[in-house]
Every structure is written in C-alpha cells, then in structure tokens.
C-alpha cells in the first residue's frame, strides 16, 4: 500500500513512513512527554515492587487477600497510563519499534523498570535515536 505525497512529512531528502499528523508532533515536547514518562514509571515500578515484595507475602503467608487485590487492581490500570506515556515519548522522541516494546515490557518485571527508565532518559536526553 503506498501513501500519497501530502500524508508523509519529512525533511529534505529523507523519506518517513509516518503519516503527517505524526510526523509534525514527532521531535516536539519531548522533554513533557520524557516528564511525564518517567513519573508513571517510577510510580508503576514502586507499585510493582510493593506488590510482589509486601502484598503477596502477606497473601500467602498470613492469608490476607486485600492487600494483592487493591495493589493489583491500582498497578495494572496505572501500567495502562504508563503504556501510553511511554508509546507518547516513543512517538515524538522517534524510538525504534524494538526498543519502545523492551521498555514497555520491562514495566512488568520487578526492578527492571527502574533501569529501562534510566536508559531510556539518558538516551533520550541524549538525543539518540533508540
């Protein structure tokens, strides 16, 4: 499928496969979008630790369920905002594909967010291409 000329932007020279509306909102408010990022996934980390380290010793070794269902339920809808935070600076900040999925990916494995959002900012910041 081929898109026509005026639904592509791109600079001179260089051909893009996003479409025009993307492509003017690629590259701008990167630092919002990095701001916003690394919040829901400092937030959607903690919760994750706290889940697997507090609330599920607490189901299982004292028997109290509360604990695993509230800080489950409150993680993954958060972890829904932190997925779109993060395809939000995917898009602007122009990562790759392989990149965008190991860093979403990473928001579900204890500890490992903490380190993919380092990376990510670093990078970012850096204004590498990732």
Do not use: N, Q
Not at 10 to 32: H, N, Q
Not at 65 to 71: G, Q, R, S, T, W
Not at 102 to 112: E, I, K, S
Not at 117 to 123: K, L, N, Q
């Amino acid at each position: 499928m081929t898109v026509p000329a005026e639904r592509t932007a791109a600079p001179a020279g260089r051909s893009s496969a996003l479409p025009a509306v993307l492509a003017r909102r690629a590259g701008r408010d990167v630092p919002a979008a990095l701001r916003r990022y690394r919040v829901m996934a400092t937030v959607v980390g903690v919760l994750l630790v706290v889940l697997f380290l507090v609330a599920m010793p607490v189901k299982y070794l004292a028997g109290v369920d509360e604990p695993v269902a509230v800080i489950g339920t409150l993680h993954g809808w958060l972890y829904f905002i932190f997925f779109l935070t993060a395809c939000d600076l995917a898009l602007r900040a122009r990562w790759r594909l392989w990149f965008t999925v190991g860093t979403v990916l990473a928001g579900t494995v204890p500890v490992l967010s903490f380190y993919a959002e380092r990376v990510a900012t670093r990078r970012t910041r850096a204004g590498e291409r990732l």
